[in-house]
């Protein structure tokens, strides 16, 4: 989500993995297994596993979740089952969705997501159909401002492609996936603090909702992340601002 409304979209996706802790860290759980399952338990050497590392950190799971999540999948106790599955789809107003998904019953699954965008108004699209609208995207988003000149050359020397500034006191830095857990570490040891770091799927194209479009969309959005087999969604929605007032 993107726009106008970016930061209020992240505040609102913030507060409910505040209010459903419990689901987050089972997502978050299955992804450092199937990380670790994928690409071994050194996070060092595994850049899926640093990212799902570090998002648990943010989360503030501890360390022996952690640990033991990863020794699973490393060791092939669990995981091994687990499907990385990305689906797309169409939600009220002609926004592209896009979800991913880990599952070991791609029948289940398939079955949960269409009933979601069915009940919401939307349509569950083929393979392809809208995939191509969105580009992998790392970001960090902290506390700065745009006229710290000692952020842009700090950020600018260590990958980043691009900053913004989405409110008076929050920068956006935008990157390659592959530099995001270095950027994010030289951002850190320069004393700036990170509220959040993610690969996003970002459209390069938005569509500009109204008030009615934006709560449909919400529902469907809430209703796909709240499946238990749904890691993230996209979509390419520039929510009414009025939705979050």
Request: net charge negative; charged share 30%.
């Amino acid at each position: 989500m993107a726009g106008h409304s970016k930061w209020a979209n992240i505040k609102h996706r913030k507060a409910r993995q505040d209010a459903k802790k419990g689901a987050v860290f089972t997502k978050i759980i299955r992804e450092l297994t199937v990380a670790a399952k994928d690409g071994g338990a050194i996070i060092d050497d595994n850049p899926r596993l640093r990212l799902a590392h570090d998002k648990a950190l943010s989360a503030n799971m501890t360390k022996d979740t952690i640990n033991r999540a990863i020794q699973r999948g490393a060791g092939g106790q669990e995981g091994q089952n687990l499907e990385e599955v990305i689906y797309e789809g169409y939600a009220p107003g002609g926004v592209a969705v896009l979800i991913k998904t880990l599952t070991d019953n791609k029948n289940r699954t398939v079955s949960e997501v269409r009933h979601a965008f069915t009940k919401y108004g939307g349509n569950l699209g083929t393979a392809g159909s809208v995939a191509y609208m969105f580009e992998s995207i790392g970001k960090i988003l902290l506390k700065g401002s745009h006229d710290d000149e000692k952020l842009y050359d700090i950020a600018l020397e260590n990958g980043a492609d691009d900053l913004n500034e989405v409110e008076s006191d929050k920068i956006e830095i935008l990157c390659s996936p592959k530099e995001l857990s270095y950027l994010k570490e030289k951002i850190i040891e320069a004393g700036y603090e990170v509220e959040i770091s993610e690969i996003v799927m970002e459209a390069e194209n938005n569509i500009a909702l109204n008030q009615d479009q934006s709560e449909k969309n919400i529902k469907l959005t809430d209703a796909l992340e709240d499946l238990d087999d749904v890691q993230e969604v996209f979509t390419n929605a520039d929510l009414d601002e009025s939705v979050f007032t």
